[in-house]
């Protein structure tokens, strides 16, 4: 089968090549990959600065196609389904992390696309309990972004809790923030969104999904418009889905006294600076939200099956895999919201 295969570390080393198409056994799936986006922690695997990848290595973990087989020990999925998957390939069972189904915090768990070959390719092997099977009113298409928007999902309504009229704010109008601000208006509450004047049309694109502001931190007094919008009280909520270091420098000005900052954005470096006074001196809280659980690909599988997100409105470009190349730059020029690739056809 055809691959993307990150062959070692740094930067690009990559190749598209043609290797053995793997063969489901005891609860593994194997899917057909029909659509499969290309997502911020792709581009750090690109660049070379994630190194949690084990090369070499299929990148890729966003996803959604058609079982192509099945193990001898799977039960629920059958051939032909239409499915979409966690990125969750193996844990250890045994932590306290895995008694409570948080796989995403299993420090032995292996990931599609990051320690196990993901997506980016004709097949993909995975897990039958990672396995989702879609309901007729969600498309493949718009299935093949359910991971990040599971990613919102979990930060907001699992983690911070997020009700109706809180207001918050989400810092970096990407792929990530476009999807939390369509999970957030679901549940009623009041959406911020801060970007930067390259940002134009994505934040064009949160107006028109519901945001109830939007704001080019640029051009703009991010802090003083935060402020007014909140009757000079400050939002409820900040989520940080940048990942870029210079985001964070002034971030609990958006925040009212013991507000919460969520941090979702990937950085480049692991040390960045935080104005640890305020988060002293105002009370503030800081939670960390990483990847998503079981049960959030349930409930975000559902606000999809609602109509309460519009997934595909997201998905701007879709490339054959071996245009890989091409879509990788349209996703580093940032022109696009979200790009995917195509390695089959529906």
């Known amino acids: 089968m055809k691959a993307l295969v990150k062959t070692?570390?740094?930067?690009?080393?990559?190749?598209?090549?043609?290797?053995?198409?793997?063969?489901p056994k005891d609860k593994e799936v194997l899917i057909k990959v029909i659509y499969t986006g290309i997502c911020g922690t792709d581009i750090h695997g690109f660049k070379g600065e994630y190194d949690r990848l084990k090369t070499p290595l299929v990148l890729g973990h966003e996803f959604s196609g058609i079982v192509e087989a099945v193990g001898e020990k799977v039960t629920e999925v059958q051939e032909g389904q239409l499915v979409?998957?966690?990125?969750?390939?193996?844990?250890?069972?045994?932590?306290?992390?895995?008694?409570?189904?948080?796989?995403?915090?299993?420090?032995?768990?292996?990931?599609?696309?990051?320690?196990?070959?993901?997506?980016?390719?004709?097949?993909?092997?995975?897990?039958?309990?990672?396995?989702?099977?879609l309901d007729d009113k969600i498309s493949l298409l718009a299935a093949s972004i359910t991971e990040p928007i599971a990613c919102g999902v979990h930060a907001s309504l699992e983690k911070a809790q997020v009700e109706k009229n809180d207001v918050a704010v989400i810092v970096g109008p990407g792929p990530i923030g476009l999807c939390l601000s369509q999970v957030l208006k679901s549940v009623e509450a009041k959406v911020i969104v801060v970007g930067i004047t390259q940002d134009a049309e994505r934040l064009k694109t949160a107006k028109e999904l519901g945001a109830d502001m939007v704001i080019d931190s640029l051009k703009e007094d991010a802090t003083a418009l935060i402020k007014e919008f909140t009757n000079g009280?400050?939002?409820?909520?900040?989520?940080?889905?940048?990942?870029?270091?210079?985001?964070?420098?002034?971030?609990?000005?958006?925040?009212?006294?013991?507000?919460?900052?969520?941090?979702?954005?990937?950085?480049?470096?692991?040390?960045?600076?935080?104005?640890?006074?305020?988060?002293?001196?105002?009370?503030?809280?800081?939670?960390?939200?990483?990847?998503?659980?079981?049960?959030?690909?349930?409930?975000?599988?559902?606000?999809?099956?609602?109509?309460?997100?519009?997934?595909?409105?997201?998905?701007t470009?879709?490339?054959?895999?071996?245009?890989?190349?091409?879509?990788?730059?349209q996703v580093m020029a940032g022109d696009e919201i979200k790009v995917v690739l195509q390695p089959n056809k529906e």
Not at 8 to 23: A, C, D, F, Q, T
């Open 84 to 133: 979409t998957s966690e990125t969750t390939f193996a844990t250890c069972g045994e932590c306290e992390s895995c008694h409570n189904k948080e796989y995403n915090l299993c420090l032995n768990r292996k990931g599609l696309g990051s320690q196990v070959n993901g997506s980016f390719a004709e097949y993909v092997l995975t897990r039958e309990e990672s396995v989702h099977i």
């Open 233 to 315: 009280k400050g939002a409820d909520y900040c989520f940080e889905c940048s990942g870029a270091a210079p985001a964070i420098k002034k971030i609990f000005d958006y925040l009212k006294q013991k507000g919460t900052l969520v941090q979702m954005g990937v950085f480049a470096k692991s040390l960045n600076e935080l104005d640890m006074n305020s988060i002293v001196q105002r009370e503030m809280n800081v939670i960390g939200s990483r990847s998503q659980k079981p049960s959030t690909w349930h409930l975000t599988l559902e606000l999809m099956r609602q109509g309460k997100i519009d997934a595909e409105r997201l998905i």
């Open 317 to 329: 470009k879709i490339y054959p895999l071996d245009k890989w190349e091409e879509a990788i730059e």
């Open 8 to 23: 070692e570390p740094g930067y690009n080393k990559m190749k598209l090549l043609e290797i053995e198409k793997p063969v």
